[in-house]
């Protein structure tokens, strides 16, 4: 391994290629990719993803923050860049000469993007909101009544070129997701009547990964497509395959007798004598402090439980089932080793939260090592 750091993050550049494959297979060539790459392109990195992206033809995709936006157009991509949230007015101003299309969160906050629009001397293209899934976060409502004052004093802004109409689902769930999508093809028909579309229509989009994989109908004309190109879906996918692990090894590895309580509050105790080893990863590196006593991770490709409560920049993992253990051996704490694996749905189950939140501020966190892992040699895990 390249990288003498006591934790690292690994991206499978490979995976993420395949995943993208995988994707364009399903969803087919007529709907627009719109590739997420939202907060580090969810710690995978934008220099690792983009050229990915760029090579597969790939021409739009989907930030939350400027940087992210200046990175891409640094490294030469001239695609469409959307924002997928509503942004701040300084932000968009900011972002002015980044060409980014901006996501208009509810009436009052297209006030906002015109008055940006107003400060940067142009029109913002832009996609509006709406709130037809239920999200209640930043889509315009079609039942309250300001909804259609504020959808005519849109139309008549010429500070404002819609280019899309959007929404964006509360849940993983094929029935809620069905019922979204029907709701939300009435709404914006509605909506682009009032609004009155120069070629005719809006560009309609509300699928995220699991609902482009999962309902066909939620397509429509582009799909935003994050947690799967990372092989992180609920979406019922085969081949996907996750691209991240995150890697430590084995500092010391000591034996003690029965009825040790190990680590901080005495918090863990072992019934029987143990080889314990210490890791050199902690919470301050990312790990949640909720998995100690709860997670486990693998050595020599066997599950070994996370037995104290972590401290800073260390663990105690029990080895005593894996005998030949040693010390600088690695472990793997997310994805895969040898024939095991750690899911997402484990550190859930075990942390009680998201992995995305884990697994983005590991990738904040800590050094990134890519490596392209080929097709023969992986395993398909979905
Ligand atoms: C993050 C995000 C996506 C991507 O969702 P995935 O489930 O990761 O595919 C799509 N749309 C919006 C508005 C988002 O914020």
């Known amino acids: 391994m390249s990288t003498t750091s006591p934790v690292w993050v690994e991206i499978d550049a490979g995976a993420i290629a395949h995943n993208l494959d995988v994707v364009r297979g399903e969803v087919g060539i007529t709907t627009r990719l719109c590739g997420v790459v939202k907060a580090d392109a969810y710690g995978h990195g934008i220099p690792v993803v983009l050229p990915i992206l760029m090579a597969a033809g790939v021409d739009t995709i989907g930030i939350t923050s400027n940087q992210e936006a200046e990175e891409a157009r640094r490294r030469g991509f001239s695609g469409r860049i959307i924002r997928l949230r509503a942004a701040l007015r300084e932000e968009i101003q900011e972002g002015g000469r980044l060409d980014i299309e901006e996501w208009v969160g509810g009436g009052d906050h297209a006030g906002v993007v015109i008055a940006a629009a107003r400060s940067l001397g142009r029109p913002l ?6 709130n037809s899934t239920g999200l209640s976060r930043d889509g315009m409502d079609w039942d309250e009544p300001q909804s259609q004052p504020h959808l005519r004093r849109i139309a008549a802004s010429p500070e404002l070129a ?4 959007c929404s964006h689902f ?18 914006a028909g509605a909506a682009e009547r009032v609004l009155g579309a120069p070629r005719g229509r809006f560009e309609k989009h509300c699928a995220t990964s699991y609902a482009a994989l999962t309902i066909p109908d939620s397509r429509m004309d582009m799909v935003r497509i994050g947690a799967a190109l990372y092989g992180d879906t609920s979406a019922a ?10 890697v430590s090894r084995i500092a010391a590895i000591n034996p003690y007798p ?13 019934d029987r004598a143990s080889r314990l080893a210490v890791i050199t990863v902690g919470y301050a590196d990312g790990y949640p402090r909720t998995l100690g006593g709860r997670a486990h991770v693998l050595v020599h490709g066997t599950f070994a439980p996370v037995i104290d409560r972590l401290a800073m920049n260390s663990l105690v993992v029990d080895v005593t089932q894996v005998p030949s253990a040693q010390i600088g051996d690695e472990v793997v704490l997310y994805g895969r080793q040898g024939s095991a694996q750690i899911r997402s749905a484990d550190i859930e189950r075990a942390s009680g939260t998201i992995a995305a939140g884990s697994y983005t501020a590991w990738a904040r966190l800590n050094p990134r090592v890519v490596v392209d892992v080929a097709a023969s040699e992986a395993v398909p895990t979905l």
Do not use: K
Request: proline content about 6%; some cysteine.
């Open 237 to 246: 996918v085969p081949g996907l395959r996750p691209a991240m692990r995150l």
């Open 258 to 270: 029965a009825g040790s309580t190990v680590g901080y509050d005495r918090a863990a105790r072992i």
């Open 162 to 165: 819609i280019v899309g109409i």
């Open 170 to 187: 509360p849940c993983e769930d094929a029935d809620d997701v069905r019922a979204g999508t029907l709701t939300f093809r009435n709404q």
């Open 125 to 130: 293209s832009v996609h509006l909101s709406l």
